[in-house]
Structure formats: C-alpha cells, structure tokens
C-alpha cells in the first residue's frame, strides 16, 4: 500500500467519538462503578479504547492470510476494516438501536467486495470471523476495568450477536453479489469492475460514516447517560 493510500484511510484520529466533546468513551474509574458486573458503558468504553489497535491487528490478520490479495481494491479493505471496528463500541453502548442498520449495511458491503476480490463464501466469513477472535481474546487477556469488575454474560452475549450479525450480513452480501453476477453474465446489462464496485463501496462507506456521526452527535447528554438494560 502506498504512502499516499495510507493517508488517505480515515484513521482513528478522526473518530466522531473522540472528535465530539460531548462523548461518554472517557475512562472510568473502577472504584466509582456501583454494579458487580460490567455494564453496557463500560463494555463501551473498554472497545472505544481499543479501536486503533483491533483495526491494525485486523489488518494485518487479512494480509497475512492472503485472502483476496493481488487485487486493486486493497485500499478499499482498508477502509472496511477501519469503519467495521470503530462502529463496534457503539453496538454494546446506550444507542445501539440506531447504530445497528449501519452495521448491518457495512457488513453486506463487505460481502459484496469480497464477492468482487474474488473470495469464496467461506473467506468472506473467515475474514470476518478474524475480527470476533481478536475481540475475545482481547476481553480474557486484558479484561475491562482490569478484571477487578466480572463480565456480564448479558454484554458478552450482545457483543456476540452484534458480531454475529456482520459475520451473517456479510454472507448475504457475498450471496447477493454472486446472484447479480450471475445474471450479469447472461444477461444484456453492463457488468461494473471491479474498480468502479470499489468506488461504489468507498461513497456507501463514507456515507455510513457520515450518518454515524450524526447519530452520535444527535444523541442529547441526557440521553447518553442512560443505558436500555433489555
């Protein structure tokens, strides 16, 4: 990847959650939490902390591996990487309701790219389930508030299911793209290539990271204090 490429990926320094001054991802304070168990918000706040490094270690992981490699839209992956990881705080925070559409829209795009880069129905999934073991093990290796706090299993199973449904959306995505591509083929319609598909998927992108600050920016201070616990 190119200098010029790597400058231009919306990196984490321009996360509306950090942007905004109004955000709730400060660090809490362990002593000050009044519940035995680990809250949506500090589930929140323990991923908004760790954005940075879960995108480079993804990443890296979809490099190392090899998966679509030797296409022109490695930029693009990139960007799917950065937008996908910093939703995530977001979908265990007060509103994930909001949130959800976006990540379940980024996730068929993903799907679709990966159709376009050539992977097959299991790479794409691979490449997404990169993403839920980094997460994991991150939770049991340096757990939030430093482990002084027990997880709840309610937030452990909300974290799942958020990323089960990239995992899903993203198959849905690939099966959507193979099913146009099909007719494509036999068909009269223009086939795009795969760089102009890649463009697609660059405005969709920036699009989705735009209504996300949105959202976040919407959300009144009253409203970001409280947490549905269903």
Same mark, same amino acid.
């Given at each position: 990847?190119?200098?010029? $490429?790597?400058? #231009?990926?919306?990196?984490? @320094?321009?996360?509306?959650?950090? #942007?905004?001054?109004?955000?709730?991802?400060?660090?809490? $304070?362990?002593? $000050?939490?009044?519940?035995?168990?680990?809250?949506?918000?500090?589930?929140?706040?323990?991923?908004?902390?760790?954005?940075?490094?879960?995108?480079?270690?993804? @990443?890296?992981?979809?490099?190392?591996?090899?998966?679509?490699?030797? =296409?022109?839209?490695?930029?693009?992956?990139?960007?799917?990487?950065?937008? /996908?990881? %910093?939703? /995530?705080?977001?979908?265990?925070?007060?509103?994930?309701?909001?949130?959800?559409?976006?990540?379940?829209?980024?996730?068929?795009?993903?799907?679709?790219? #990966?159709?376009?880069?050539? +992977?097959?129905?299991?790479?794409?999934?691979?490449?997404?389930?990169?993403?839920?073991?980094?997460?994991?093990?991150?939770?049991?290796?340096?757990?939030?508030?430093?482990? !002084?706090?027990?997880?709840?299993?309610?937030?452990? /199973?909300? /974290?799942?299911?958020? +990323? $089960?449904?990239?995992? =899903?959306?993203?198959?849905?995505?690939?099966?959507?793209?193979?099913?146009?591509?099909?007719?494509?083929?036999?068909?009269? @319609?223009?086939?795009? %290539?795969?760089?102009?598909?890649?463009?697609?998927?660059?405005?969709? +992108?920036?699009?989705?990271?735009?209504?996300?600050?949105?959202?976040?920016?919407?959300?009144?201070?009253?409203? !970001?204090?409280?947490?549905?616990?269903?």
């Amino acid at each position: 990847m190119s200098h010029t $490429d790597k400058a #231009a990926m919306p990196r984490y @320094s321009s996360d509306p959650m950090r #942007a905004s001054p109004g955000t709730p991802y400060g660090s809490p $304070d362990p002593g $000050d939490v009044p519940h035995r168990k680990i809250g949506p918000m500090e589930l929140a706040i323990w991923l908004h902390h760790r954005v940075p490094r879960l995108q480079e270690r993804w @990443s890296e992981e979809i490099r190392a591996r090899g998966l679509g490699q030797g =296409t022109d839209v490695d930029r693009v992956v990139e960007r799917f990487v950065c937008q /996908l990881v %910093s939703l /995530l705080p977001s979908l265990v925070g007060p509103y994930r309701e909001q949130i959800q559409p976006l990540w379940i829209r980024a996730s068929e795009l993903f799907g679709t790219m #990966a159709a376009k880069r050539g +992977l097959a129905a299991g790479e794409v999934i691979e490449e997404f389930q990169i993403l839920r073991e980094l997460v994991i093990r991150d939770l049991y290796r340096d757990p939030p508030l430093g482990g !002084k706090v027990p997880l709840s299993l309610r937030e452990i /199973l909300r /974290l799942n299911r958020a +990323l $089960d449904r990239g995992v =899903t959306h993203a198959s849905v995505g690939h099966t959507d793209a193979l099913f146009f591509q099909f007719f494509e083929a036999d068909g009269d @319609s223009v086939t795009m %290539s795969v760089a102009e598909v890649a463009e697609e998927a660059e405005a969709q +992108l920036e699009l989705i990271g735009r209504e996300w600050q949105e959202i976040l920016n919407d959300v009144s201070p009253t409203s !970001k204090g409280r947490v549905r616990e269903n």
